[in-house]
């Protein structure tokens, strides 16, 4: 069964850097466009950036674009987010999803709280 594992939140001050792994099993990873989506506290499921098999696209929403950069290493089953100039307003659960978008299998999340 589709098995996805995000790793790597925790806290970071403003203007920090993290980076989230996502490693994806049960299924053939490398043929699926892959996304992170996020929830902050009290709000919904935001699609945060996409990148598309054998990383022929990537794609972002708007309130991270310059500052996030996704990849992914087919070899190794597993997706990362590289998080920089980190803001109080990224704090929430970190999604790994399958395909593209926020509608497909996801994990259990990773949270990120970025704090002073």
């Known amino acids: 069964q589709v098995q996805l594992v995000e790793s790597g939140g925790g806290l970071a001050q403003p203007g920090g850097s993290l980076r989230l792994s996502c490693a994806a099993s049960?299924?053939?990873?490398?043929?699926?466009?892959m996304s992170w989506a996020r929830q902050a506290p009290g709000k919904g499921l935001e699609w945060v950036s996409a990148i598309y098999s054998k990383s022929s696209g990537t794609y972002y929403a708007d309130s991270v674009k310059g500052r996030f950069t996704i990849s992914r290493d087919d070899a190794k089953k597993t997706m990362y987010l590289q998080m920089n100039s980190l803001k109080p307003e990224d704090t929430a659960l970190y999604y790994c999803?399958?395909?593209?978008?926020?509608?497909?299998?996801r994990g259990q999340g990773t949270q990120v709280t970025v704090s002073s």
């Open positions: 049960g299924f053939d990873f490398s043929i699926y466009a």
């Open positions: 999803v399958r395909g593209y978008g926020s509608s497909g299998p």
